[in-house]
Structure formats: C-alpha cells, structure tokens
C-alpha cells in the first residue's frame, strides 16, 4: 500500500521537477515537490518554497521549517512522520506572494498528492493553503477550528512565520497545534461510527450503506 503511494507521489514529484506551467520555475535551482510519510494522517500545506527550501528541494527547512519541527515536538511527532508540501512548488522571486494564476496552475499537483496520501487531517499553513479548503476563511477568526467534511478534518493554522514575527500568534499556533491529536481522534470515532460493523445485521449494513454511512474512499474535496 504505502509503496504504491511512495511510487505514485515519486512520478509526481518528477512531473513537479521539471514543471514549467507558470513563470516561477524560472530563475529557480529546485522544485520542492513535498516531504514525508506517504500514508500520514497528517498532511501540512505551507504556502510557497523560501531560500533555503528552494536550495535543497526540500520544504520548510529554514526558520519557519525549524519550528515547524519544534511544534511537530510538543503533539510528539516529527516531520517524517506526516507529510510537508506547499500550494506552489517553486519559490516565487524574492518570497513575493504566489499569483492566483500561479496557484491555479500548480493546483493538481496538490489535488494529486492530497488524493493519494488520503490523509485524516489537513492542516493549512498561512492564509493560501486555507484558502483552498476555506474560501471566505478568515484565518485570524477560524484558525484552530476544524471543519469535519469528506471523512476528515480540514484544520487551519496561521503560518509559522507569522507566529515567529508575533509572540501572541505563537501562543495561539502552539495551542492549535496541541489539539491536533484530538481532531486526529475525532476523525477516528466519526470514521469508525459511519462504518456497518462485522457484527451487524445484513439488512441494516444495506440500510447504512443507503445511506451512504460506507467506508468507501471519499470524494476529495468535494464541498470545495
Ligand atoms: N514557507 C512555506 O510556506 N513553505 C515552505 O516550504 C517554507 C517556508
């Protein structure tokens, strides 16, 4: 299962790798396709690649990367252990906001690795991965607060970056981040809740599936 998923998200990332659909490619030294367990529970998006994540291909690996890690600490995970990518693949010149063009254009990648790594909580990064799941989203009024939608949670979370700039972000990031394991858990009960159990009769298994309480793969993203 999770080689099919490490082959299916390699051919992914080889497509990324040599992208060209939107300007920002150019100028650039590494697409920074993702990072992580292919079968996580978890799945970060950030926003877009820095510096240091466009020299090394590799996501959130310099300040904001950094406690990035630290938050992964306090729920007792590391980043190996979820999974890390962004809206856009490439580092945008001078960290300058992604385009909505920009966006659009690299959105299947993202749709793509979302579809594959299944995951039970989406936690966005910063106001344009929220904007994904959350259009009208106002990150300083729903952050922390998850929506359970498709047999999962979609959990938003203000940027590490911004919560390194402000000390009363950083509280409220922690926090958040603290009551991941009880979303996580949440997804869990609802998921195990909606599936017809060995033990139950035939009749009420088809009267549960009529109802669509199955445990068939859910369509992504689909109130979005
Ligand atoms: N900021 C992001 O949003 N993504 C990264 O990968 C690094 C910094």
Do not use: W
Not at 198 to 215: C, F, I
């Amino acid at each position: 299962m999770s080689e099919a998923r490490t082959k299916k998200l390699t051919l992914i990332a080889e497509e990324i790798n040599v992208c060209t659909a939107c300007r920002l490619y150019e100028g650039t030294n590494k697409a920074v396709p993702g990072y992580g367990d292919p079968s996580a529970e978890i799945l970060f998006i950030g926003e877009a690649p820095g510096f240091y994540e466009d020299q090394q291909g590799l996501p959130f690996v310099g300040k904001s990367g950094r406690y990035l890690d630290y938050l992964l600490t306090l729920i007792g995970m590391k980043r190996e252990q979820v999974f890390i990518t962004n809206v856009v693949k490439h580092r945008p010149p001078d960290n300058r906001d992604p385009q909505s063009d920009e966006i659009i254009a690299c959105n299947h990648f993202l749709k793509r690795q979302f579809e594959i790594i299944d995951p039970l909580v989406v936690a966005t990064l910063g106001r344009f991965s929220m904007a994904q799941y959350f259009p009208n989203g106002k990150i300083s009024s729903i952050h922390g607060q998850p929506k359970y939608a498709d047999d999962r949670a979609y959990y938003p979370l203000f940027h590490p970056a911004a919560a390194l700039r402000n000390p009363n972000l950083r509280i409220d990031m922690e926090d958040d981040i603290k009551r991941i394991p009880d979303v996580l858990e949440e997804v869990k009960k609802r998921r195990a809740n909606a599936k017809p159990s060995a033990d139950m009769p035939e009749d009420a298994k088809e009267n549960a599936q009529d109802n669509g309480e199955t445990d068939e793969p859910p369509q992504q993203l689909r109130l979005f």
